[in-house]
């Protein structure tokens, strides 16, 4: 199984690699097309700052790559955004995979603090990548936006409003929370996302 992430300006990628070996595979880190073309399933993590982070990818041709994959990818936060259609981060135009734009969260209580940061429900999941899921389960957050609910929501989170925190559409999977965070719940999302897809 060769278990591609691609390798771009994005904080946190080291933590993605550990959680996948810790399923006992190896992955490589690249931003060869090529050897992402060539992978089994692809993983597009990340933390960071939209507009910069397209501007990278858009500099290398890694936005034409990413479009052309045809095995099963996995974006993970900033790499969900960017596969959506539109951000209100620094009104950035993304890779346009799901057909929703990203929103900031806006404060309705003083109890609503942006970023969302720390744990989170997840519920209403569905598809493969959530296969054993029979019940509401907590996952790790960092964000201070997010994904309206859309005909590709796959799992909703409840912060200041409901919201998308896991979409599907055709080859392309993508969660807002961090699974490489979530403990034995985001490693059963792993597993399934490498073993059941």
């Known amino acids: 199984m060769k278990i591609a992430i691609v390798k771009y300006n994005a904080g946190n990628i080291r ?9 006992g595979f190896e992955p490589i880190l690249t931003d ?25 990818l858009r500099e290398r041709g890694l936005d034409k790559v990413i479009l052309s994959l045809t095995q099963p990818v996995l974006g993970i936060c900033i790499g969900m955004q960017l596969l959506c259609r539109h951000s209100d981060e620094q009104d950035t135009d993304c890779l346009g995979v799901f057909d929703v734009d990203v929103k900031r969260f806006m404060p309705q209580c003083h109890e609503d603090k942006v970023p969302q940061m720390g ?24 964000h201070s936006y997010y ?15 409901p919201y998308s925190s ?9 969660t807002q929370f961090h699974p490489e965070k979530s403990g034995s719940v985001g490693e059963r999302i792993l597993k399934n996302f490498i073993e059941n897809i």
């Open 15 to 23: 933590s993605v690699i550990n959680a996948v070996k810790r399923l």
């Open 32 to 56: 060869d097309p090529e050897e992402l073309r060539s992978a089994d399933k692809v993983i597009f993590p990340g933390q960071g700052e939209a507009s910069t982070t397209m501007q990278y």
């Open 119 to 142: 744990w989170n429900t997840i519920y209403d999941t569905k598809s493969d990548l959530y296969n054993g899921f029979d019940k509401p389960e907590f996952v790790y957050f960092v």
């Open 147 to 161: 994904v309206p609910l859309c005909e590709s929501t796959i799992a909703t989170t409840d912060y200041v409003q």
């Open 166 to 174: 896991s979409l599907h559409k055709g080859n392309f999977y993508a």
